[in-house]
């Protein structure tokens, strides 16, 4: 049974537009350095599906599907000295951090604010929505799942806060 995943990016860093262009539309999800994130990146399975989301950004917002087209692997960026994300304590005999790779599905012709996935009913106990919610990958239900898939083929326009 397939698992449902939310997972934010930085547009600045790295948005649903980099992924569109990189090889296969296919990338790793590299820089989690959080231990709560990271194990749910570890229950991943290929197959999964995930919503990409801007954060900190305005509006801050879901952009669109991905897939897991390889699960959980030893990060190699933890190993390398020269990267942002190398972890000393991490080795290949105990490595602490993971990757999947991602695959896009589908970009959304109209983002899914924030502040419009407030006000939508049955969306009250997503993780997103959660106050001082910050993980950078989280669980989303199956039902939230056929909810926000749903908004994201309506016809509705008032979907995002900026025009």
Sequence with gaps: ???YWLLKSEPTSFSIQDLAQ????TTCWEGVRNYQARNFMKSMKVGDRGFFYHSNTDPPAIMGTVAVVKAAYP??????KKSRYFDPKSTMDAPRWFLVDLQLLKTFSSPLSLEYLRTIKGLERMELLRKGSRLSVQPVRPDEWKIV?????????TRSSKA
């Design 1 to 3: 049974m397939a698992q």
């Design 75 to 80: 990060d190699p960026y933890a190993f390398d």
């Design 22 to 25: 990189s090889d296969g539309q």
């Design 149 to 157: 898939r749903s908004l994201a083929t309506s016809t509705k326009t």
